[in-house]
T-cell receptor, first 114, second 113 residues
Framework: DAGVIQSPRHEVTEMGQEVTLRCKPI?????LFWYRQTMMRGLELLIY????????DSGMPEDRFSAKMPNASFSTLKIQPSEPRDSAVYFC????????????FGPGTRLTVL | KQEVTQIPAALSVPEGENLVLNCSFT??????LQWFRQDPGKGLTSLLL?????REQTSGRLNASLDKSSGRSTLYIAASQPGDSATYLC????????????FGPGTSLSVIP
């Protein structure tokens, strides 16, 4: 398996623009997680899905953030409108099931909002 | 609320030295603890996963221990190599929120040739 795939790897945009980050989990993994990593706050869970259904979005910072998982092989994290404080590395991770529960991370998307 | 801390924040050692990284958590009610490695500009790679019923796990030169009652875990790296230079993060899975892993801030390790 190719592992968790994220795109783009780097995104530079201007404040106010819409940003869409994409993730393809490992095939067969039922859980998908979106994290944000910054120097100040470390790694934070934003939202996670189980079988394509959002389970907990309490980590989503504001209404400007939204996430979808239309099918088992694809998820998006959207920021609209983006702000400079959204600059961070965004990771997607997946895990097979609750018993195994070892998380596998994608390479991340480094977002810079000017 | 579960909190995870890691000490030291940064560590620099000469090649060949054995070293220990520390992880502490405030609530002992956990399902498991996982150690990750993160290279600069890269994602996290899982190193070891210790279930709450286990005391340690080993993989190659790495050994992770878990003392749930005291809220501590250590990652032991034997005969360190420059290629071990990375940031090491621990993460706990609390019983209060099974699906939500809590990460520590990480220890940045530099192994000097």
């Amino acid at each position: 398996d190719a592992g968790v795939i994220q795109s783009p790897r780097h995104e530079v945009t201007e404040m106010g623009q819409e940003v869409t980050l994409r993730c393809k989990p490992i095939s067969g993994h039922d859980y998908l997680f979106w994290y944000r990593q910054t120097m100040m706050r470390g790694l934070e869970l934003l939202i996670y899905f189980n079988n394509n259904v959002p389970i907990d979005d309490s980590g989503m910072p504001e209404d400007r953030f939204s996430a979808k998982m239309p099918n088992a092989s694809f998820s998006t994290l959207k920021i609209q409108p983006s702000e400079p404080r959204d600059s961070a590395v965004y990771f997607c991770a997946s895990t097979m099931d609750r018993v195994a529960n070892e998380q596998f991370f994608g390479p991340g998307t480094r977002l810079t909002v000017l | 609320k579960q909190e995870v801390t890691q000490i030291p924040a940064a560590l620099s050692v000469p090649e060949g030295e054995n070293l220990v990284l520390n992880c502490s958590f405030t609530d002992s009610a956990i399902y498991n603890l996982q150690w990750f490695r993160q290279d600069p500009g890269k994602g996290l790679t899982s190193l070891l996963l210790i279930q709450s019923s286990q005391r340690e796990q080993t993989s190659g030169r790495l050994n992770a221990s878990l003392d749930k009652s005291s809220g501590r875990s250590t990652l032991y790296i034997a005969a360190s190599q420059p290629g071990d230079s990375a940031t090491y993060l621990c993460a706990v899975r609390p019983k209060t929120s099974y699906d939500k892993v809590i990460f520590g801030p990480g220890t940045s390790l530099s192994v000097i040739p």
